[in-house]
């Protein structure tokens, strides 16, 4: 008995220091503080600030960014996240303030004196009336406002939800397939007269403040279309049909990515939305209804010649030439478009004639095999694709 | 201390380890061997899902193809050739892909044929060794079988006879593929029993109407 209160008394603060000092930064502090350097305060203090101003540029918004929304759905899932945020953020001071109250309060209530008699032997274990109670009514307002809270998440969330498609329903002027292949993105213009229907890829086109419908599917797995900026996810799964409806009210390019682990590529597999004016979308549909250019010099034409008689043929359409295989994308107007494979890498000379040639090494797992072409007709190619405004 | 761990001297151990640390360093080297062993087991089955992203370009080299049968001399059999694709589960799945990308259904069907000849069957009118079929591919054959040289690179050619022989059970069972990405039409490959090829040769009919 004797020597438990001796270590009981003595032991205590010992290991409470002991504790305090094993905990990382109190070390660095003492060993910075041992060296004499009056730095660790402030320097702590510019680490945290770095840090935080880390943790907020992402904040920035830009053209893939849910709080940045660009048209009237994306503006209600913005409202949404923002109340979510405000909630939670009021919850978790609310919380962390609570927290320390516990730990002062509990220390300097229990006097020295309550904590000696709890080490010998004679804990004062049961509370009086009136603390249980109060003790009670606390935990019973926090479960209730905790409840209350949810159910204000549940029912804003269920009507924003609804309320995304239910008013855009039907009113879309201009309809778009867009198809999920692993790993890039087929974009049908439909139209109910047939000659008008075109192809493209990776990229959507669409005129600003008017509702779009887009019809999609997928041919082999599960991929999720999702613009932060113009709207929430919506799974393309095979065998199914889903549609949802985009609005862009400010023009501007807005960048989308799948947004349901799909293979390899994933991380791969952009699209770009265009929102333009309407006689400017108009003349972009134009110009991609057309067929392709005829090449108009004789690199051009030797170009077209390794297409047709290389493997391109078997995968890719050109529209105006033999080449109408569909499993690859449309390249009738690929110079017309930004990126190549899905957003990888921006459309030039160069990185094109990468692709080409060796596909796998940028974009290891996709479909495309690498093509076997002498440098010259390498050349051609380029020269042709390069024509295909 | 010598006469409890026999021939180990202190030449082994040079430390002069306490019998404790002695045996922790014996039962950490068990340890790590049963460890090595675990990982040994666990890649041994790895070939079968091997995938190669590099594949090799097409050919531009000019397949021989035999026209005729007549040889001088005693028969002398092609040597067998093996096609590495065949112990490959992932690239029997790729050529299952390219046989509906490049359509070859559009004349074979899923292997019950249809302007074309059935590849489910036992019957094999050019040969059931990869390499006849290899040719097949890449020259073609009379009566509507069109020639893919250069159009399809060699590398998925041998994808393609892989899964061309795994339609009448020829490959492996672990390697051949196990279903269809759309409605099943018949039982997958995996399930298909094995077919002791026939080499039968052009059919009358198919002669009288060249």
Not at chain 1, 152 to 160: D, H, K, P
Not at chain 2, 73 to 86: A, F, M, R
Not at chain 2, 189 to 201: D, N
Request: proline letters at 6%; aromatic letters at 8%.
């Amino acid at each position: 008995m004797r020597t438990r209160d001796i270590a009981g008394s003595a032991g205590i603060p010992a290991c409470i220091e002991r504790r305090e000092a094993r905990t990382t930064v109190s070390v660095l502090i003492a060993r910075l503080q041992a060296r004499n350097l009056a730095l660790p305060t402030r320097g702590l203090r510019f680490l945290s600030a770095a840090f935080l101003c880390l943790f907020f540029s992402g904040c920035r918004g830009g053209i893939q960014s849910a709080i940045d929304p660009a048209g009237p759905q994306a503006g209600r899932i913005s409202k949404l996240w923002w109340l979510m945020f405000y909630v939670c953020s009021v919850v978790f001071v609310l919380v962390i303030i609570a927290a320390l109250i516990a730990v002062v309060r509990s220390r300097s209530k229990q006097s020295k004196a309550a904590r000696v008699e709890k080490i010998t032997d004679k804990p004062k274990l049961s509370l009086s009336k009136a603390e249980e109670q109060r003790m009670t009514r606390t935990v019973q307002g926090a479960v209730a406002v905790t409840v209350v809270i949810l159910f204000v998440f549940l029912i804003a969330s269920f009507s924003i939800g609804r309320s995304l498609s239910s008013d855009m329903e039907n009113k879309g002027l201009v309809t778009i397939e867009v198809t999920g292949h692993q790993w890039w993105w087929e974009v049908r213009y439909m139209d109910t007269n047939p000659s008008k229907i075109f192809t493209t890829a990776n990229e959507i086109h669409i005129p600003v403040g008017q509702p779009v419908t887009l019809k999609l599917h997928s041919t082999d797995v599960i991929h999720s279309f999702w613009v932060p900026n113009l709207n929430g996810k919506k799974d393309l799964i095979p065998g199914k049909d889903a549609t949802i409806w985009l609005q862009a009210d400010q023009a501007g390019v807005y960048r989308g990515q799948c947004a349901e682990y799909c293979g390899l590529q994933h991380a791969h597999m952009a699209l770009f939305v265009f929102a333009e004016p309407v006689d400017k979308f108009n003349a972009w549909m134009d110009a991609q209804r057309a067929e392709s250019v005829a090449p108009s010099n004789e690199s051009e034409q030797r170009g077209q010649q390794v297409f047709l008689t290389s493997p391109c043929i078997m995968c890719h359409t050109i529209q105006g030439t033999q080449a109408n295989a569909t499993t690859g994308p449309n390249l009738t107007h690929v110079a017309s478009r930004s990126t190549i494979a899905a957003g990888t890498l921006p459309f030039t000379r160069g990185h094109l004639s990468g692709w080409i040639v060796d596909s796998q090494s940028i974009k290891p797992g996709n479909h495309m095999p690498p093509i076997a072409l002498n440098s010259e007709d390498v050349q051609a190619l380029l020269d042709y694709l390069q024509s295909l405004k | 201390m010598k006469k409890r761990f026999g021939n180990l001297s202190e030449e082994t151990f040079p430390l002069r380890l306490s019998p404790f640390a002695f045996r922790f360093r014996r039962r950490a080297r068990i340890i790590a061997l049963s460890l090595w062993l675990v990982v040994v087991i666990f890649f041994v089955a790895c070939e079968r899902e091997k995938r190669e992203f590099r594949q090799a370009p097409p050919s531009v080299r000019v397949n021989v193809i035999a026209q005729s049968d007549l040889q001088p001399g005693s028969v002398t059999p092609p040597p067998p050739t093996s096609n590495p694709d065949e112990e490959n589960a992932v690239a029997v799945n790729e050529g299952k892909r390219l046989f509906d990308w490049y359509n070859c259904t559009g004349c074979h069907a899923h292997g019950g044929g249809a302007i074309g000849p059935p590849l489910m069957d036992e019957k094999w009118i050019y040969g059931s060794d990869p390499a006849q079929v290899f040719s097949t591919i890449v020259e073609g054959r009379p009566n509507g079988m069109p020639s893919f040289r250069q159009k399809i690179p060699d590398a998925q050619v041998w994808e393609l006879v892989a899964y061309v022989r795994s339609m009448s059970g020829l490959l492996r069972k672990d390697v051949s593929p196990t279903r269809d990405d759309h409605m099943n039409a018949k039982k997958s490959e995996q399930r298909t029993e094995e077919k002791q090829p026939l080499s039968t040769g052009a059919s009358k009919s198919s002669e009288q109407s060249k």
